[in-house]
């Protein structure tokens, strides 16, 4: 299996340093696993509910700047690790397989910070091969325990998938697992729960890795929504 070393190796990067060798040299550095939280479900929920209440603000906010001042709030209350150390590793303690849509940017909405978080998107979040393999590598090489699949709230990708209208060939590609999980009389909001949830059974279903690690619990996987309106997360 790839491992840290090998990976780095074959990038050309040097390994030393990174693997707590235990060389004094290195003794004093942080520790890049030094701001994972204990629950990561949890710290995603409570960052999410720090984000939603300054979201919130922000809507009752009169003023651009008004709505500014509301959102200043966020990345006060995070753990940062020091660039120096982050240049060399990262340790990201969730990773979030979500949309595209500009509104659903997952360090804003759980109040995240650079190596928190190791985020997929693409439009409609759907389990494509090349999402599926980056969480291997996020699971194998990063040790990431957990991966969260979100839809949200008004999908347009969900939407172009349910109508009738041509899309080019590589959009179809894209939403035809969604197409295929169509249900007749199914609203738009059933739908994009529904996409998510399947997304996160694929996972496993398509990568024995992923399929190992949850067996192992060394790996949880979940799905949730983002409605945009109120800027909350709710686990599907
Ligand atoms: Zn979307």
């Not at 990976?7 to 004093?28: D, P, R």
């Not at 890049?32 to 995603?44: E, G, I, K, M, S």
């Not at 609203?187 to 990568?207: F, G, P, W």
Request: net charge negative; proline share 6%.
């Amino acid at each position: 299996m790839l491992n840290r070393r090998s990976f780095l190796l074959g990038c050309g990067v040097t390994a030393t340093g990174l693997l707590g060798s235990g060389a004094s040299a290195q003794a004093a550095e942080p520790d890049v696993r030094a701001c994972r939280p204990a629950d990561p479900l949890q710290a995603l929920l409570q960052g999410n509910a720090r984000f939603a209440a300054a979201w919130q603000a922000s809507d009752a906010a009169s003023t651009a700047e008004n709505r500014a001042e509301a959102m200043a709030g966020l990345w006060q209350d995070n753990c940062y690790l020091p660039p120096s150390t982050l240049q060399d590793a990262q340790a990201p303690w969730a990773s979030v397989l979500c949309c595209a849509d500009s509104r659903v940017s997952p360090e804003w909405i759980f109040d995240a910070v650079p190596s928190d978080l190791f985020v997929i998107r693409s439009a409609g979040n759907t389990a494509f091969k090349e999402a599926i393999a980056s969480l291997e590598y996020a699971v194998s090489v990063l040790k990431t325990p957990l991966i969260l699949v979100m839809g949200h709230s008004r999908c347009g990708a969900i939407t172009a998938a349910r109508s009738n209208a041509p899309l080019t060939p590589l959009l179809d590609e894209l939403v035809a697992p969604i197409r295929a999980n169509r249900m007749p009389g199914q609203t738009l909001d059933a739908a994009i729960r529904a996409n998510a949830r399947h997304t996160a059974e694929q996972l496993t279903q398509r990568s024995a890795l992923l399929a190992d690690a949850v067996a192992s619990a060394q790996l949880s996987i979940h799905s949730a929504y983002f409605d945009i309106g109120t800027g909350t997360v709710s686990m599907i």
